[in-house]
Nanobody, 126 residues
Framework: VQLQASGGGLVQPGGSLRLSCAASGGTFSDYVVAWFRQAPGKEREFVAAITRGGGDTRYADSVKGRFTISRDNTKNTVYLQMNSLRPDDTAVYSC????????????????????WGQGTQVTVSS
């Protein structure tokens, strides 16, 4: 499967952005999808993940209550709605996917995911 992330940009603190991860080349509903981010000089960090059907989600503590991950399997797309953005949310955001037979499986480890899209830059600054 190929993944294409989009939607990044420059936003003021307290603002919102919605990222999209569009997939092609596979049966999208077979895949767990996650968002990760990497800030300059820091390791890649898990942000959020969603199960194949969208019924279960997982979030990093740092984004709980502010970010929402969702998916539309009819459009082969996963979204990350980011609200109340803070300067420390500044990073390159990438989506990742892995096929699984387990309908409730997600994972926060980058090494678990088999497919990665290119990143989209999110900058939170006044």
């Amino acid at each position: 499967v190929q993944l294409q992330a989009s939607g990044g940009g420059l936003v003021q603190p307290g603002g919102s952005l919605r990222l999209s991860c569009a997939a092609s080349g596979g049966t999208f509903s077979d895949y767990v999808v996650a968002w990760f981010r990497q800030a300059p000089g820091k390791e890649r960090e898990f942000v959020a993940a969603i199960t194949r059907g969208g019924g279960d989600t997982r979030y990093a503590d740092s984004v709980k209550g502010r970010f929402t991950i969702s998916r539309d399997n009819t459009k082969n797309t996963v979204y990350l709605q980011m609200n109340s953005l803070r300067p420390d949310d500044t990073a390159v955001y990438s989506c990742a996917a892995k096929a699984t037979a387990y309908v409730r499986r997600t994972d926060s480890a980058p090494a678990w995911y088999a497919y990665w899209g290119q990143g989209t830059q999110v900058t939170v600054s006044s």
